[in-house]
């Protein structure tokens, strides 16, 4: 009984893993596999003469996969053990034609989690056949890690409907002995596209995948140790910042992980501040993380370290004050104005523009601001330098004076023309001799003096398939100017609400190179727009606290061999490897192209990093360093094993971006589909005869079609539905300057049914979502609960929920109703489903297979 116990749950396992040559594998004693033989011929007869059989067979296949499951214990079950296993991922509503239900991806890769392993039988812990063979077919594997091995495992999409993870997806581990993987840098702040290294360009080409860096250099931290020394160690050679991934060849010298230079241990770094003991340099806590922040020293110092400087540039046009906005930035200032980051000696300014620009003197002893008009826009001067940006703390009264009056100043105003250019140099000449932030704040086209535009947008064509004009600059002033700012360390950062075209391809460079960011509010208004409103205030709680790091400059380093092809972000390329970023904030992410240009043979590990060397808002000079260890590897099979799907995808939409730009948006798409097509191909064409027929990719890949689609109906990059070209050139800075978590949220929304959430489940989700930039779409179908809409609406039916209400019902939130305009927004994030313009998943993986048979 117990042998034919263990005969059916093998059978049953090795079904789920859709590997029936590995079936052997388990058993070592011949008579058992003689006789297992035996019984696999009797039930392929059995079938092919009953298909009442075969559906007994299909059932109990079901309900011992279901003993299987994550969270089964290692004993039969109980009378529980009949009760139906949780759905994985998303289940379609609809089953396209011959988009059969394959099995169910496994929820772990260890083929014996949590099943049952009877007394005398060990877990089955040899790579499947199948595998195998393929391994081999693409070079073999290098240890056959089980992650590795699952990664690699073949996935037919076409009839693999639920391969959304029930978890979020986490990236890849790198192959690495347990202490460097303990050890190394957080995958949130440095990510690899491969976390396997190709040892050769020719490997990494044969692989058809992209190599790149995600980095998230400046995001807030809970832990970061910080060290003091006065001595920092570095390698004389390449500089490279001593890491837990150098080599310690005794007690008195370490070698360069990057360049391999034999460096001396300073006498200070035998004393380990932390043990309070000599003699143990590779215990002192730069060793011992991947990621620490150094105190710097004047040696780090071209001039005194700047005090935190802040001026606000506001449109008060007449379309600026018709939109309300000043109201909301004036009362947020007001609510955070303490908050800002600094010291005693925080500066801070304004100066507001129409047709003519004001400047506002709020030199301490004055009764209220004073203010200064300049209506030469055409030379624009500073009527008085030194009382126009003010000590915060020793001119607080009349700043808060000045932000309360504000909102009511230009109320009557019939001034519709926009000096924005002449403001901005304004502004540099204004900041230039400290630097700082310049929060520019925008309602239109700029209309007067320099660096005016002329609407370049063609309504007809917002929905053109044929391709999209006007993606780069009409002018070069806003790039200059912004360069000019990088040069005397001022960042620019804009704040875009307006309800008509306003040229951002244009605005947008100065933040693009002065290191800024970029904040768009289309059709802005406090009152008929409620929801915009509500969300710059968030914004602005937000801009206005979080950290914020000055006169910054960042360095990516590499292993010998590795080298920078293309930079992706918002910021100045200095030289080959140094970046400007004039400001630098924890909600900005960068992208990194790299190339192989020597073969890494001659080492098993390559190491990445990053050193950000700014000034905090408290006037300290700081090097934040990021170090990533990755293995170096020869064989084809390992380079796809780790492949990270959600950094390629967030690579790739960079680079589209940039092809949009370059050639045109047609290309861009083309080659995104490419990217998958050739990654696909590569696989297949390296296992072809040892992989079922259909559209097959491996694991770790399986998402990739999916995030690609979903990229292609973006704002950014879809075509054939109406979109403005502001809103397409805003997601396009999105791609271009978010870091990856918050790009794969744009990319592949998240989507819950909440009217049947547990309170725990509740709890959860609102620990797991809460982030800076989370918008939250409630869909109500005419069929809802009214219960729920009793309970979370406040509305007895859903057919007495009120037209406010659509907009808006919460912080970040829209509500969206079945029978209302909004909901085509709400089904534009619904990226698996088919639209009037878009294939539907299915119809993209036919697509796919379509060009691969070409």
């Known amino acids: 009984m117990l042998f034919a116990l263990q005969l059916t749950f093998t059978f049953c396992k090795l079904l789920y893993y859709e590997n029936l040559p590995g079936l052997f594998a388990y058993w070592k004693n011949k008579t058992k596999a003689l006789i297992f033989k035996s019984f696999l011929l009797s039930l392929s007869l059995s079938l092919s003469l009953s298909l009442s059989l075969s559906l007994s067979l299909c059932v ?79 070079g073999g594997l290098s240890g056959v890690p089980e992650l590795e091995v699952e990664a690699l495992r073949p996935v037919n999409l076409l009839q693999e409907r639920n391969i959304l993870p029930p978890k979020p997806t986490a990236p890849p581990e790198p192959n690495l002995s347990s202490d460097l993987r303990k050890v190394n840098c957080s995958p949130d702040t440095f990510r690899c596209t491969l976390s396997c290294i190709p040892q050769t360009q020719a490997l990494l080409n044969k692989a058809r995948l992209p190599l790149g860096l995600l980095l998230h250099p400046f995001r807030d931290l809970t832990q970061l140790p910080v060290i003091t020394s006065s001595t920092i160690v570095r390698c004389r050679s390449c500089r490279t910042y001593i890491n837990p991934f150098v080599s310690f060849l005794d007690q008195r010298r370490w070698k360069c992980n990057l360049c391999y230079r034999v460096n001396d241990v300073p006498d200070e770094f035998m004393y380990n501040p932390v043990t309070r003991s000599y003699g143990e340099p590779h215990k002192r806590p730069e060793v011992q993380n991947s990621t620490v922040e150094f105190i710097a020293s004047s040696d780090y110092m071209l001039r005194p370290p700047q005090p935190a400087v802040y001026l606000f540039v506001l449109d008060v046009s007449h379309n600026a004050v018709e939109t309300g906005y000043l109201n909301v930035l004036c009362q947020s200032l007001l609510e955070n104005l303490e908050k800002l980051p600094g010291d005693a000696r925080t500066r801070v300014g304004f100066l507001t523009f129409d047709s003519t620009i004001h400047f506002y003197n709020l030199q301490e002893g004055l009764s209220q601001p004073q203010m200064l008009v300049v209506s030469d826009i055409n030379d624009v001067f500073i009527p008085t330098p030194d009382s126009l940006l003010v000590n915060l703390k020793e001119s607080q009264e009349l700043v808060k004076d000045l932000l309360n009056a504000l909102p009511g100043m230009f109320t009557h105003t019939r001034e519709t023309h926009s000096a924005l250019g002449p403001a901005l140099q304004a502004a540099y000449k204004l900041m230039s001799a400290t630097g700082g932030r310049v929060s520019v704040f925008q309602t239109q086209l700029p209309t007067i003096g320099a660096g005016l535009l002329q609407s370049r947008e063609d309504p007809n064509q917002r929905s053109s398939t044929k391709g999209v004009q006007h993606l780069g600059p009409a002018t070069d002033f806003y790039k200059k100017l912004a360069l000019d700012c990088s040069g005397q360390q001022i960042g620019v950062d804009l704040f875009l609400l307006s309800s008509q075209y306003s040229d951002l391809a244009s605005l947008a460079c100065m933040s693009k190179y002065s290191a800024g960011s970029v904040f768009y509010y289309p059709a802005f208004h406090h009152i008929h727009n409620p929801a915009q409103s509500v969300k710059l205030q968030k914004d602005l709680q937000r801009y206005l606290t979080r950290k914020i790091g000055f006169e910054a400059v960042m360095r990516i380093r590499c292993t010998k061999g590795l080298s920078i092809h293309t930079f992706h972000g918002n910021f100045f390329v200095r030289s080959t490897d140094l970046l400007s970023l004039a400001n630098v904030n924890p909600d900005s992410g960068f992208a990194v192209q790299m190339s192989i240009d020597e073969s890494l043979a001659d080492t098993t590990l390559a190491c990445f990093q990053a050193a950000l060397l700014y000034t905090s808002s408290k006037g300290k000079r700081r090097i934040r360093v990021h170090t990533l260890c990755l293995p170096v590897v020869s064989q084809l099979s390992d380079v796809f094993a780790g492949a990270d799907v959600q950094a390629i995808t967030c690579l790739l939409a960079n680079m589209a971006v940039d092809r949009s730009i370059s050639s045109s948006l047609s290309d861009a798409r083309d080659a995104l589909v490419n990217a998958v097509v050739d990654s696909l191909d590569a696989f297949r064409a390296n296992g072809s005869n040892l992989q079922p027929a259909g559209l097959i990719a491996p694991a770790c890949l399986r998402l990739f079609p999916l995030y690609v689609l979903a990229l292609l109906k973006q704002k950014a990059l879809r075509t054939g539905i109406s979109t403005r070209l502001d809103e397409r050139v805003f997601s396009m800075c999105e791609f271009k300057s978010q870091p990856l978590k ?31 930039h989370l918008i939250m779409f409630l869909w109500v179908g005419k069929c809802c609960n009214e219960t729920f809409i009793r309970d979370v609406l406040g509305c007895p039916n859903y057919t007495s929920i009120p037209a406010s209400m659509v907009s808006a019902v919460c912080l970040y939130r829209y509500l969206v109703l079945d029978d209302s305009s909004t909901k085509s927004s709400f089904f ?17 993986l036919l697509h796919i297979q379509q060009q691969m048979s070409k």
């Open 828 to 844: 534009q994030h619904l990226v698996e489903d088919r639209s009037e313009s878009a294939f539907s998943y299915y119809e993209f």
């Open 60 to 138: 109990c296949c079901v309900l011992v996969l279901s003993l299987c499951l994550p969270g089964s214990s290692s004993v039969p079950p109980t009378s529980d053990s009949s009760k139906p296993a949780p759905p994985f991922g998303y289940n379609y509503p609809t089953m396209q034609p011959g988009y059969q239900q394959g099995p169910a991806p496994r929820p772990d890769s260890s083929p014996s989690h949590g099943g049952y392993n009877p007394p005398g039988y060990q877990p089955y812990s040899q790579v499947p056949a199948v595998l195998s063979q393929l391994s081999a077919a693409l």
């Open 742 to 772: 918050q790009m794969m949220r744009i990319v592949h929304p998240d989507l819950y049914r909440i009217d049947n959430l547990t309170d725990q489940v509740k709890t959860n989700k609102q620990k797991k979502t809460h982030t800076r």
